[in-house]
């Protein structure tokens, strides 16, 4: 039974679609519903309630495996540690995860997503005037996406939580299996020169009308406030190893 949580925007699709590929896996990707498995905002379970379908998958005689779940990690680390779920952290260099939630946001609030524009500007509009750059809807997209990479990575590690790089997950077929337990015999294709890409959150698709954000400024200035300490992008390259 593993957890292998993220905020996000770290090939989190394709990793999930390996795993679905393996017999006897039964795999939930952006869902907080282990059983109904619907999209994340269709409905929730408990943590407890979560982790409790899955040990049940684990008892049917199945390997379940929970990608991407977004329930806190405050409240499900914990329920996963008391009852043997492993959980994670999959992480990606920062700078690229922070581009992926940036390109995520910015076609979320031009396809006319009116909670997530006023989300976007409440909590980042002060952000951009404090850092002194131009206060432009690409800016405050781009600090939101800072902020909302750095906050959940920061506090999973915080709470103790091991991270695993996607990068090294994608490339190595003995990091992969390791990660997620697959036997030996159990054959991967993704390995073979079958390799699985799917749904960037990258692509440029969609953004043409929106002017560039000030990249270089807001990764030098964005610092998220822990305990009363700033923490850069910077720092968290540093505590990840990359």
Not at 81 to 106: F, H, K, M, N
Not at 199 to 214: F, I, N, Q, T, V
Request: charged content about 15%.
């Amino acid at each position: 039974m593993i957890v292998a949580e993220s905020i996000g925007f770290a090939a989190t699709h394709s990793i999930s679609e390996i795993l679905g590929g393996i017999p006897g896996y039964e795999v939930s990707h952006g869902s907080q519903d282990f059983i109904a498995k619907h999209p994340i905002g269709k409905g929730s379970q408990t943590p407890e309630d979560f982790v409790a379908a899955m040990q049940a998958s684990a008892q049917a005689g199945r390997s379940p495996v929970a990608v991407h779940t977004l329930l806190p990690p405050q409240l499900m680390k914990p329920v996963c540690d008391a009852q043997g779920v492993t959980y994670w952290l999959l992480v990606r260099e920062p700078r690229a995860q922070i581009e992926s939630c940036y390109a995520w946001a910015a076609k979320s609030v031009l396809s006319g997503n009116a909670a997530h524009f006023s989300q976007v500007l409440q909590q980042s509009f002060n952000e951009v005037v404090q850092m002194k750059v131009p206060s432009s809807l690409s800016n405050c997209l781009y600090a939101f996406a800072c902020h909302h990479v750095l906050s959940f990575n920061f506090l999973a590690i915080g709470l103790g939580a091991p991270t695993r790089k996607m990068e090294q997950l994608l490339s190595d077929e003995a990091t992969f299996r390791e990660a997620f337990a697959v036997p030996e015999d159990a054959p991967l294709p993704h390995f073979q020169g079958d390799q699985v890409h799917r749904a960037s959150h990258r692509s440029k698709a969609g953004l043409e009308m929106l002017a560039e954000p000030d990249r270089e400024a807001l990764q030098q200035r964005y610092a998220l406030n822990v305990g009363g300490r700033g923490y850069s992008i910077t720092d968290m390259n540093a505590l990840l190893g990359y």
